[in-house]
């Protein structure tokens, strides 16, 4: 399971580290790819081929799934680790979540998820009032979840 915060800086030539407590889990190589709210998603091998077969089962005669495959697709790539623990990102990836310098590295269960710090300290801001309510919704058949 990923889970945390870490905070690092990415260079200009598109180079973050992650941290070593998540690279054991992503693997040799992952998946990098446009996440929802202009953030990058970051997938082991094993967790990209799960959604995959999930995504196949759209019907491709919906528009909405036919945007949302070709924007995710798109800009997926496989990527690995330097020798120093860094992975290269792409600038089409770089560009979409806004990474400027500093970048909050988060861990979502079956993914990573990359930000630029700006960005997810304006997100955090704008949802931290509404999360005990989101919470209720969304486990109001669940009372036992948390």
Excluded at 49 to 55: I, M
Excluded at 129 to 146: T, V, W
Aim: net charge negative.
């Amino acid at each position: 399971m990923l889970m945390g915060e870490f905070h690092h800086n990415i260079d200009d030539k598109g180079r973050l580290v992650i941290p070593n407590k998540y690279r054991f889990e992503l693997g040799q190589e992952f998946i990098i790819t446009r996440g929802l709210e202009k953030c990058l998603y970051v997938y082991p091998q094993k967790e990209w081929e799960k959604l995959v077969d999930k995504l196949n089962t759209l019907p491709f005669t919906k528009k909405d799934a036919r945007t949302f495959i070709r924007s995710f697709f798109s800009g997926a790539t496989v990527c690995e680790f330097d020798k120093t623990g860094r992975i290269n990102i792409t600038s089409p990836l770089v560009s979409y979540a806004g990474l400027t310098k500093e970048c909050v590295i988060i861990g979502v269960n079956d993914r990573l998820e990359i930000w630029d710090s700006d960005r997810f300290n304006e997100f955090m801001n704008e949802n931290s009032e509404a999360l005990e309510d989101i919470a209720e919704h969304l486990f109001e058949d669940h009372k036992d979840a948390l």
